[in-house]
């Protein structure tokens, strides 16, 4: 443990340098995990399926592992002129104003579900080719992500380690 006029110094920096560590990483493949002591949301396997129109759609899952509700409100990324969040029912896919996530849920974004869509994409989107997103949640803030544009979700990557939820 610290002790003396040391550690007031020590401890301090120590704290912010894995706050610092916390808010770094994420990417396919990868947990994001931001939030402090509200939501922690983790994301994983994110990929882009390219459309025929030359647009495309975001698909990952999230996972709430905090102790609170959150709430998906927006995302953005440089590669299009928006990304709109959109939920398929019954075939028709209609915009969301948001997703909601209950502590310890999980959420699939896939096809037939919800997605992310890109719309005006400035550069063609060329398989294997990585798309940055930021996704932002009401109470965890932003969560950034980098998914691999391919035609099907990539192998095991959907999986949250048998973490448990509604899709």
């Not at 905090?66 to 927006?74: I, K, N, P, V």
């Not at 953005?76 to 997703?99: C, F, H, K, M, N």
């Not at 919800?114 to 803030?141: D, N």
């Amino acid at each position: 443990m610290l002790e003396g006029p040391r550690s007031r110094i020590v401890a301090p920096s120590l704290v912010a340098l894995a706050l610092v560590a916390a808010g770094c990483g994420g990417g396919a493949g990868t947990d994001t995990d931001i939030g402090g002591n509200a939501p922690v949301i983790h994301v994983a396997g994110a990929w882009v399926l390219p459309g025929e129109d030359g647009d495309g759609t975001v698909y990952f899952t999230m996972h709430n592992g905090g102790g609170a509700e959150d709430r998906l409100l927006e995302a953005s990324t440089p590669a299009a002129g928006s990304l709109q969040i959109r939920e398929t029912v019954g075939g028709q896919t209609q915009p969301v104003d948001s997703v909601a996530i209950a502590p310890d849920e999980q959420i699939v974004f896939e096809p037939g579900g919800y997605g992310l869509a890109l719309v005006g994409v400035s550069e063609p989107l060329e398989m294997g080719s990585v798309v940055s997103v930021a996704l932002t949640f009401e109470k965890a803030g932003v969560v950034d992500l980098e998914a691999i544009v391919a035609k099907h979700a990539p192998p095991g990557e959907m999986d949250m380690g048998g973490m448990t939820g509604s899709s």
